[in-house]
């Protein structure tokens, strides 16, 4: 490997854009290839067993351009089938289940955390099983939802019903008096603001692409393999279906234009 070449990440659509934000921000010289498959979004509601499949064919996506790390985006597919995208890619694999997990433990006081994520992730209890083997004295409640993505998708960040919602989705959580919130999916960052009015801002929110694009560049700096280049750095949009809506969502995820985005043959719904 060299440092020149690219970040490979890799969502189930669009909702790691705000992973590959992350990194732009921590790791402002590093190439990066994104594949989004937009084709069989979303993988939350999937068995485990697809979604290893699909991951793997996601994986050999970003191995053909030759990338010198892979970020697992997606929080379904980090909490079942991170073994097998690290065996079939060897180079380093991370997945944004353990460093949200780690962020929360650090913030909480009270030992009190909350996880919103989709189906798939919180019935899988990854960030539950994560949380409690950094600290098994920490209580830990889940709560699914899945009406955030279409939401933030649809760029009703200041909606009123987004807020319905939200008070809908997270007044459960304000029962059980939670000190800190782990936004366990990627598109949820979007809807930071509405999140934090209900909470009152007395929830610390941890954002797990934040915390992974910090465990990247430590990883990057380790390995030596950090782009030391002041080129401006290459960004490359791959996906699996409907470039033209990837753009313009993406653009909203991501706080810039994206350039073209390519559609990658061979994924069928």
Known sequence: ???????????????????????????????????????RVPYGPKSPQVVREYALQDTDVLLQHDVKLIVIACNTVSAVALDIVQKRAKIPVVGVILPGADAAVLASKKKRIGVIGTLGTIFSNAYTNAIRQLNPAIKVFGQPCPLFVPLAEEGWTDHKATELIAKEYLFPLTLEKIDTLVLGCTHYPILRKVINKVLHNDVMLIDSGEATAVIVKNMLTELHLENTSIMKPNLQFFVSDVPHKFAEIGERFLGTTLGKVHRVEGFLS
């Open 1 to 39: 490997m060299n440092n020149a070449q690219p970040i490979g990440v890799f969502d189930s659509g669009i909702g790691g854009m705000t992973v590959v934000r992350a990194l732009m921000q921590h790791l402002p010289h590093e190439n990066i290839v994104y594949f989004g498959d937009t084709a």
